[in-house]
């Protein structure tokens, strides 16, 4: 583990990271020590630290730590940036420094069936509430999908979450796709959500799989409508839904097509 | 400083206090060493931990690590509790342990005019938005706050919230009263805002200056057209406002009398 590029295990509990959730953070998949998607999460970084007025990282450094961490190995790497410790009270001083923390975590494994047949997703109660100066970003207030995704154990994989006007946002970890006369739909994420970095991907490189994708507001209904559905991030690739709201889905031919083009472009554990 | 007892600056980074803000906190002015509205402030974590499902708390374990930094001495005390260290992911195990993290800084000192004359308040830009779920609750996701107190730089000592609708919700460190027609009127924090412990304490106490004191929603407009108005929380005590949007306001002698009170029944730290 390493905190602004030194050996350590802890922070200070002034943290603004700690005290306030004043900070972004990245959750990258490493393969061989390789960061996949690797400009994507850096952009969110930037762009998020820039939104929170957080100073500038200088992003080879990050990289450096990543790569320290991370070795040849096969990993999960965390890079948390916050505002560091300073005065107490909500104010910021403009040359407060940061804290950079960068560590590793072990692979996830999950079971091949959740690529292959598809994941049970549930819909959370817990809203997300609309908050346009905070959407898109990864920021440290996660209190929202914490809540959302203690209301089941391991009977479902994921969870849809709604805003309060009962729009579909995203996933408590991912972000979701619904797949209707061959067009792919994914919300905006203008008012609230995290903007993926495997989403963008997806909405980049939809072509491949032959299909136009779009950001709109989606309901339920539109849910329940869909042709198929699939959620994804970063760390678990794409996970086509299996049933949501007593519905089955079949995993359709376009998303087997994405899965394997980001299995073959992006990292084998992103699995087909 | 002491974490989970011990004396200790740090703690780990994989705390989810730090991941999350998955937490909740109390700042507590102590005077001689004795924490002010302790009741307050116990109650409040108490009901906290609870909402967000965090471990029950031992409370005379707080209060002796309270006194452990406080000594008898006047000062500041932060007690954070987290969902401490556990597995990545925002689901949380029933058997994880809790961190509990308190610590001591130095007194506030304010300028007595804050006091006398009354501060200077501005509205900020940034909404809260609706979250019943966390309403009340003093938890550790509080960028709504950093965003907003940081529109602003010294020239206001406090900003009025609102919410997505246009109601007034409280100050980013503080809870709003507004005097009209010898009644005290504060918001309602259904669905957003923190429940303040020397709010509680005024609404319980009002009577002490022939107020009645009433929970409702307030607009902009009640502001503009109360008689007075004051901000208040457990380490500044009860500021008068001064000035806002333009109009001058006076402390009123209902003000003037609750100040008395608090200074003479709870700590001669909140100035009259």
């Keep these: 583990m390493l905190v602004n590029g030194q050996s350590s295990e802890t922070i200070s509990v002034q943290d603004r990271g700690l005290l306030y959730g004043d900070g972004v953070f990245e959750t990258i998949l490493c ?3 390789r960061p996949v998607l ?3 999460h850096s952009q969110r970084l930037e762009n998020g630290c820039k939104r929170l007025n957080l100073p500038r990282q200088d992003l080879p450094t990050i990289l450096s730590d990543i790569r320290q961490v991370a070795g040849d190995d096969d990993c999960i790497v965390k890079v948390i940036i916050t505002r560091g410790a300073g005065a107490r ?3 910021y001083s403009q040359n407060n420094n940061s804290t950079r923390i960068v560590y590793r975590d072990e692979i996830a494994n999950f079971p091949i069936e959740y690529y292959t047949q598809g994941i049970q997703l549930t819909q959370c109660e817990h809203k997300l509430a609309e908050n346009g100066a905070l959407s898109g ?3 440290l207030n996660r209190l929202d999908q914490v809540l959302a995704r203690n209301e089941w154990d391991d009977e479902y994989q994921e969870g849809v979450m709604l805003d309060n006007r009962g729009n579909v946002v995203e996933g408590t970890m991912s972000n979701i796709f619904i797949e209707k006369n061959q067009q792919w739909i994914t919300p905006k994420l203008d008012h609230a959500g995290v903007a993926g970095v495997m989403r963008q991907w997806i909405m980049r490189n939809s072509y491949h ?4 994708c779009l950001e709109e ?3 339920l209904s539109d849910l329940q409508t869909a042709d198929a559905l699939f959620v994804c991030n970063s760390v678990i690739g794409i996970w086509p839904v299996a049933s949501f709201a007593g519905k089955d889905y079949s995993v359709s031919d376009a998303t087997k097509i994405v899965m394997s083009h980001i299995h073959d472009n ?4 992103y699995l087909v």
Excluded: P, R, T, V
Excluded at 209 to 212: F, L, N, P, S
């Design 31 to 33: 393969e061989g020590g």
């Design 38 to 40: 690797l400009a994507g």
């Design 89 to 91: 009270g909500y104010k």
């Design 209 to 212: 799989a032959d299909m136009e």
């Design 266 to 269: 992006l990292s084998k554990f």
């Design 137 to 139: 970003i990864k920021h």
């Design 217 to 219: 507001s989606i309901s």
